[in-house]
């Protein structure tokens, strides 16, 4: 269970960054005040436009980052206070595969896996039975600079999930992957919430959204504008597809930050 | 300590696999060393030897029959018919390797035991030149000598009233420890540093650029913990770095040509169980200052490329005061024994000359270790903040 309450992060802007983003401000406020909770059992996805803080919130969540307002709680665990107990229950993927290109598969997995704390008969057990499922056997022993980036995303999942961890978190998890590696990945989320675990991605492909959500929320410019489950939104937004729907929630509130702030 | 050791293990097998690393921190200073040594000792004397059994090409201006007569054919060949100007101008042409001119009063001088003048134009560029014609004149010299002495009816110890004998009473191993003591710790000073420059560079940019860090960071393990394994295995690679060009210098030494028995016994003297254990004590707080210092500056560094470009000048920095180790006069003191990189310059000298004192050790060692544990502090400083390791 993820439990996100008010929580806004700020970041500091050196002179580099401030011409880069052509403003006179000190900081920016890339996540305000935002709240939301995601339950067992259930997949919940952040969506929102490039930069309007998802990645932010993800990585707060995943205690990368800390929320400079509000708190976050991951299995009744507050980040801030309690990062390692947090992250012994959490996953983190991202699209990109993020792997050492001089180790093997095998080697890969293991060094998480002692760094997660794991005890030699349970990181075997899980490593043969994730292995087994993803076919990685057959490469376990190649380098991982001499594979296809469909063999380095099940490594990068292999490793993801080697601790077996309760809350699995997915930053753009299929973005610039191809269909058979990204339906590998969609079928890893359903997976996670068949055993109950707590799923949390971001997105902006509304078919993936359509395909596998219960819960979703909508992030623009670090603001929070939608939030509901993914049966309301439909309803909400019948007539339209989804992408339509979206795109109205998120230029209505763009219009609304416009009239609030003129 | 067991996140340090798994984060250790992770690494230095990462970084054996690199051929980059393995080149410029095992080979390069393993065969480098050995190479130039062998190869510039090789090569001058080589050289030296060609230039030695030339016959020189020379001309004379105005020169009397008793020095032409001197003239070793096997050595000089004569070229006639020279003026100053001609003669000059083949010189810069490098037709002409010298010229000897004589003054119009020289046989009155002569005459009157008077001192002349002789002029040689040569080009200094031309290796032994000058010091050929030297012995050249010198030995005309000595016979004009010899013949005033006995015209004057005195004795040789008349005119030279001192004898003077020179006693260089410094050990065989002191005498190595102002040579080959200052070249070592400038030669391995050197290769430390860029034996941890590479590892760093890929251990700490490399996981930025990879985007391996973001992973890492989620592990319930302290950065401080991940941190000091990276660090342990740069400093290794550094300490390896230094030590194949310990051992590289000493292999070369056994191959040199002309190397004196007693200089190549005291080498042998010198590496003993001490010696070993005196300078891994200061190498490894080096080693780890190095990593520390490195790792602090590109933390912040996004690319291979920045990182690079960042550390690049820092390595100028390290260079200069292994150079003024090497400086006639520059000793360990209690001012230099605390500047960092100097003092184990200085110090490695003396170690190697037999000659350190205690006291200064002791102080060279302990102010690395301070500055080892600073650049430590500083680097996981840099690496805590989220700015700098995203």
């Known amino acids: 269970m993820i439990n996100v309450q008010n929580v806004s992060k700020t970041y500091s802007l050196n002179k580099q960054q401030k011409k880069e983003l052509q403003t006179t401000a000190n900081s920016i406020n890339a996540v305000n005040g935002i709240s939301f909770e995601?339950?067992?059992?259930?997949?919940?996805?952040?969506?929102?436009p490039n930069g309007a803080g998802k990645t932010t919130t993800l990585r707060m969540i995943a205690t990368i980052l800390k929320p400079t307002s509000g708190e976050i709680k991951v299995c009744g665990e507050n980040v801030t206070s309690s990062p390692n107990l947090v992250r012994s229950k959490i996953g983190f993927l991202t699209g990109s595969t993020n792997l050492y290109d001089r180790l093997t598969p095998g080697e890969t997995v293991e060094y998480f896996a002692k760094l997660h704390g794991m005890d030699k008969k349970h990181y075997e057990e899980r490593k043969d039975m994730l292995f087994t499922t993803m076919g990685i056997h057959d490469f376990s022993k190649k380098r991982i600079a001499q594979m296809s980036t469909g063999m380095k995303q099940k490594v990068s999942i292999a490793r993801s999930m080697i601790h077996d961890p309760e809350v699995v978190i997915f930053d753009e998890p299929t973005s610039g992957l191809d269909v058979i590696t990204a339906n590998n990945?969609?079928?890893?989320?359903?997976?996670?919430?068949?055993?109950?675990?707590?799923?949390?991605?971001?997105?902006?492909?509304?078919?993936?959204?359509?395909?596998?959500c219960d819960d979703l929320a909508i992030i623009s410019k670090g603001d929070l504008v939608f939030k509901d489950t993914m049966d309301n939104f439909r309803k909400e937004f019948s007539g339209i597809s989804l992408t339509q729907a979206f795109i109205q929630v998120v230029e209505n509130a763009d219009h609304n930050q416009k009239v609030e702030t003129p | 300590m067991k996140t340090i050791l798994t984060v250790f293990k992770k690494e230095l097998i990462d970084t054996l696999r690199d051929r980059r690393t393995l080149l410029t921190a095992i080979l390069m200073p393993a065969i480098f060393i050995p190479v130039l040594l062998y190869g510039m000792t090789k090569l001058t004397s080589i050289i030296m030897e060609k230039e030695e059994n030339k016959k020189l090409k020379i001309a004379m201006l105005d020169a009397p029959a008793e020095f032409i007569s001197k003239l070793d054919t096997a050595k000089f060949e004569l070229v006639s018919g020279m003026t100053l100007e001609s003669g000059r101008d083949q010189i810069l042409a490098d037709s002409l390797d010298a010229m000897v001119g004589f003054p119009s009063n020289y046989v009155s001088k002569m005459a009157e035991m008077k001192t002349s003048k002789v002029n040689v134009w040569f080009k200094s560029t031309n290796l032994l030149v000058k010091d050929r014609m030297t012995e050249l004149i010198d030995d005309f010299e000595n016979?004009?000598?010899?013949?005033?002495?006995?015209?004057?009816?005195?004795?040789?110890?008349?005119?030279?009233?001192?004898d003077l004998l020179r006693f260089n009473i410094a050990s065989p191993k002191e005498q190595i420890g102002q040579t080959v003591g200052g070249f070592l710790p400038y030669i391995f000073i050197i290769f430390c540093f860029m034996g941890c420059?590479?590892?760093?560079?890929?251990?700490?940019?490399?996981?930025?650029?990879?985007?391996?860090?973001?992973?890492?960071?989620?592990?319930?393990?302290?950065?401080f913990n991940i941190l000091l394994g990276k660090v342990f295995t740069i400093a290794l690679v550094g300490l390896s770095a230094a030590v194949m060009t310990i051992i590289g210098l000493f292999l070369a030494t056994k191959f040199l040509p002309d190397l004196p028995e007693d200089i190549l016994e005291s080498l042998s003297a010198i590496v003993g169980w001490k010696f070993i254990a005196m300078l891994f004590a200061m190498l490894i707080p080096m080693a780890i200052f190095f990593a520390g210092v490195i790792s602090a500056m590109i933390v912040r560094a996004k690319s291979f490329k920045e990182a690079q470009s960042i550390v690049t000048p820092v390595s100028f920095i390290v260079i200069v005061p292994a150079l003024v180790a090497v400086l006639p006069g520059i000793e360990l003191n209690w001012t230099t024994?605390?500047?960092?990189?100097?003092?184990?310059?200085?110090?490695?000298?003396?170690?190697?000359?037999?000659?350190?004192?205690?006291?200064?050790?002791?102080v060279v060692v302990v102010s690395l270790i301070i500055l080892a544990l600073i650049s430590v502090a500083i680097s996981y400083r840099q690496f805590s903040k989220e700015s700098m390791i995203l």
């Not at chain 1, 995601?38 to 929102?48: M, N």
């Not at chain 2, 560079?201 to 950065?223: F, M, N, W």
């Not at chain 2, 024994?337 to 002791?362: C, H, R, S």
């Open chain 1, 38 to 48: 995601c339950l067992p059992g259930r997949i919940y996805s952040l969506l929102g």
């Open chain 1, 185 to 212: 990945i969609i079928d890893l989320i359903r997976k996670c919430k068949e055993e109950g675990k707590t799923v949390i991605f971001s997105s902006h492909i509304m078919s993936e959204v359509d395909l596998l």
């Open chain 2, 143 to 162: 016979d004009i000598l010899d013949q005033r002495i006995a015209a004057l009816e005195i004795t040789k110890d008349a005119i030279y009233p001192i």
């Open chain 2, 197 to 223: 420059m590479y590892p760093a560079l890929d251990l700490i940019t490399g996981e930025k650029e990879r985007g391996t860090i973001e992973t890492l960071l989620t592990v319930p393990a302290s950065k």
């Open chain 2, 337 to 362: 024994v605390m500047i960092p990189i100097l003092n184990v310059a200085l110090a490695t000298k003396e170690i190697v000359a037999g000659t350190i004192q205690p006291a200064y050790y002791i």
